[in-house]
């Protein structure tokens, strides 16, 4: 990399910036999947299973051709090896093959000319399933004798998916000298993304055997290459554009994919353009949660309240198909034991299918999970030891050129103790807390004040090979285009991208133009996952702005009779030897005559390094961000309820690029952080989930976020742009540990299981709703998926 620049010396970088699509936003301009439409569209609507686990015997789509309106109707046989995709492990199909593994797996897919007809041709599809024993419990679906889940068993041990292990130095022998021990479990609940838009995609033939895809998808990249695998095409007969995106939060990957699917398949086999959008009810149905996380931890300290070595068997729920929840339970493996220094840990993880639903990508990508647990733990460990919660961690906090959990030294900067002093001091920690411990513990209503904080590893680590191309290119109308294979679904890439460009090549942010993520255009630049955009898209951007930038100096240079040393910028000015300023317009239109092509492509990769899953030893990222959280609450303890009165923030994301967009990472974070805690409950009643839309599934609202204090403590990281790291991910993850910390404060009880329910607060057990199976069903049939027998 170039010289390291801060945003003190920036124009741009860290300075406030209007979002590159803000405009379009706010004045209704922004053309989502749902906003699309074609002369001669059809509409496609999808036959989903309303059993949880059950063999297809029979199926025929034919009496739905019959249907007044409907064209075509597909089921697995219409694609290549049954439609089978997926990533780690391929076991997903587009539409389900020889049997369904949870309640809203799709089944078949009908296009007609109308809504109507296409509900009726659903419903005329007769299928007949042979239901199967069920496993809804993760234990129990590790049990000898269990109902298998997949088709086959992945690993040769019936429905375990994978192990993950973590062995840095022996845990045993110091275990057994620490006189403070803690051995708990805690128990996390499966999370809906809730996002503003529903799943949707857009498929149009293009006459000559190939189909262009718009999908709300995350990667598109990834899904071309799956739809020339089901489908069998070349990669020049398939396109995906990525149209703007309402929300994600990590859950538009796998499921995006199957819609692509099955909407290009039918496209091609009508020759007429078919878009698919899910119901809000569809889309609680089919797509993928949050992992479910049991995680037991044994922790040891001495006396003086110095950690010294950790435990941990974490059981992550991965429902009917592996998705991402492999990696992501790997991530929470390598986290689980949290931001401390330990002479030793150990950590086993194992990943099961049941039939609850299914499980992938979302927020924090296991961390969340892993954090929730351990920042519990250690509040325990501090109260055993009598010690102040935040002086515990500030005693045991990791610190530069210590030794992870992971046994990999840090050697950048951490500010983890800074977090934890700003929060401190910001809140009010020490007056509150002693206020709260006088509180009459007869009263009804009390209060409580509580901390937690995180590391979390930037980028993919450890998963794969992390690069990302950008690609510029300077307009007749002198404007500059950008290119960038990652995608933007609400976090702001595409101003950082902006805003980095334009600092780079000294121009106003507003001349930069960013097309949609589009595999013709642009170049494939890995998943949009992990937070990984601004430090390694935003050094591949900044690589390309420095080429361009060259070419421009060159032909300035030329243009005053100088070199490219002496070339002086003032704005978008290029001022030589003679003082004379040459504008923006007369140096391209130079290049240009100088025969200059003034397109560029900037490719960065991440430094390798390795990390052996069969050891469980290694560096599995290159940097981490640090950060710490104080939550204060009021609880009623004879009704439940629960107020966030407030939440102080300080977090490391290097240097700031983009200030709003982190500040909004940081106020979303903590939102729905404070859903994960106290109100979204997805759970699942032998395989029917008990929430299909938000009138049962509660999001926070506006009067459910306190008012929040928040800073970002900035460092330069020498390899990121401008000195930046990544935050959109880890913005989320301290917040539910912290509130449940305070909880306890205000209660005097501990309550190991998220969400943390009224029914928690007062009774000390969560109650079970029934009737979920009578409302799965009524949506299904809405949605026009009715069992039907031949």
Not at 148 to 170: A, Q
Not at 566 to 587: A, K, L, T, W
Not at 700 to 719: L, N, S
């Amino acid at each position: 990399m170039e010289k390291l620049i801060t945003p003190s010396s920036c124009h741009y970088v860290g300075k406030p910036a209007r979002r590159a699509d803000g405009i379009d936003f706010v004045l209704g301009r922004a053309k989502f999947v749902g906003d699309m439409r074609v002369p001669g569209m059809l509409v496609a609507k999808v036959l989903r299973s309303p059993l949880p686990h059950a063999r297809i015997t029979h199926l025929n789509v034919a009496p739905a051709l019959k249907v007044p309106g409907v064209v075509a109707a597909i089921t697995s046989q219409d694609f290549i090896e049954h439609g089978q995709f997926g990533w780690p492990i391929s076991d997903a199909y587009i539409l389900a093959y020889q049997k369904v593994r949870y309640v809203g797996d799709p089944i078949a897919v009908v296009a007609a000319e109308t809504e109507t007809a296409a509900r009726a041709g659903v419903q005329a599809i007769r299928l007949e399933l042979e239901e199967l024993p069920g496993v809804f419990d993760m234990k129990e679906a590790l049990a000898p004798g269990a109902a298998l889940v997949p088709l086959e068993s992945v690993t040769g041990e019936g429905n375990l998916l994978n192990t993950h292990l973590v062995r840095n130095g022996d845990p045993d022998p110091i275990l057994a000298q620490c006189p403070v021990v803690l051995d708990e479990t805690y128990r996390m609940g499966h999370q809906e993304h809730a996002y503003l838009e529903t799943e949707g995609a857009l498929a149009l033939p293009d006459g000559d055997g190939g189909v262009t895809v718009y999908a709300n998808n995350q990667s598109p990249f990834i899904n071309r290459r799956y739809l020339m695998r089901v489908l069998g095409l070349p990669e020049a007969k398939v396109r995906v554009i990525q149209p703007p995106v309402g929300g994600s939060f990590g859950g538009k990957d796998d499921i995006g994919y199957q819609n692509s699917g099955q909407v290009a398949a039918l496209a091609l086999k009508t020759g007429r353009p078919v878009r698919l959008v899910l119901t809000r009810e569809e889309s609680f149905l089919a797509s993928y949660k949050r992992e479910a996380m049991q995680i037991r931890l044994v922790l040891g300290a001495d006396e003086g309240g110095c950690l010294h070595v950790a435990r941990a068997e974490l059981l992550a729920d991965s429902g009917g198909y592996s998705s991402q929840t492999l990696l992501a339970s790997w991530r929470a493996t390598v986290h689980a034991a949290g931001a401390y220094r330990y002479e030793a840990v150990h950590v086993d993880t194992r990943v099961v299918y049941t039939n609850n639903g299914y499980s992938g990508a979302f927020r924090g990508f296991g961390n969340t999970e892993a954090v929730a647990a351990i920042e519990q733990a250690v509040d325990e460990l501090a109260y055993r030891c009598g010690q102040d919660p935040i002086a515990f961690r500030l005693r045991n906090a990791l610190r530069q050129g210590d030794r992870c959990m992971t046994g990999n030294r840090i050697d950048h900067a951490v500010v983890l103790t800074d977090c934890l002093e700003w929060v401190r001091d910001h809140s009010g920690w020490a007056a509150k807390r002693a206020e709260y411990s006088r509180q009459d513990p007869g009263a009804t209503v009390r209060r409580g004040i509580g901390v937690a904080c995180y590391m979390h590893g930037s980028s993919l680590g450890g998963e794969g090979a992390d690069y990302a191309i950008t690609t510029l290119a300077i307009e007749p109308d002198d404007s500059i285009v950008l290119t960038s294979g990652l995608t933007d679904y609400g976090q702001g890439s595409r101003t950082v991208f902006q805003v980095i460009a334009a600092e780079t090549l000294g121009v106003k942010p507003e001349r930069i133009h960013i097309l949609r993520p589009d595999t013709q255009t642009a170049l494939e630049s890995g998943p949009t996952v992990a937070s990984r955009s601004t430090m390694v898209g935003g050094n591949a951007t900044r690589a390309a702005a420095a080429k361009l930038d060259r070419l421009l100096l060159w032909a300035a240079a030329d243009l005053t009779g100088s070199t490219s040393a002496q070339i002086v910028r003032d704005g978008e000015n290029y001022i030589g030897p003679s003082e004379v300023p040459r504008d923006f317009h007369s140096v391209v239109d130079h290049a240009r005559q100088m025969g200059i092509m003034l397109s560029v492509q900037g490719r960065w990769q991440m430094p390798l390094f390795e990390w052996d899953f069969e050891k469980g030893e290694g560096i599995p990222y290159h940097c981490y961000v640090f950060g710490a959280q104080v939550a204060e609450v009021q609880v009623d303890v004879h009704t439940g309820e629960t107020r966030v009165l407030g939440m102080w923030a300080a977090h490391d994301g290097g240097k700031i690029i983009f200030p709003e967009g982190a500040a909004g990472q940081m106020y979303g974070g903590i939102a729905q952080g404070i859903g994960y805690c106290l109100l979204e409950e997805m759970k699942y009643d032998h395989g029917y989930p008990q929430a299909i839309s938000y009138d049962g599934y509660l999001i926070p609202t506006a009067i459910d976020v306190p008012q929040i204090q928040g800073t970002f403590i900035e460092t330069a990281y020498p390899e990121g742009p401008f000195g930046a790291k990544n935050l959109a991910e880890p913005m989320m993850v301290a917040t539910a540990p912290s509130i449940a910390n305070a909880l306890y404060q205000a209660t005097g009880r501990r309550m190991r299981s998220l969400p943390i329910t009224l029914e928690q607060i007062v009774l000390g057990r969560d109650l079970q709703v029934p009737g979920s199976k009578q409302r799965c069903q009524e949506a299904l049939t809405l949605a026009g998926s009715v069992l039907k027998r031949p």
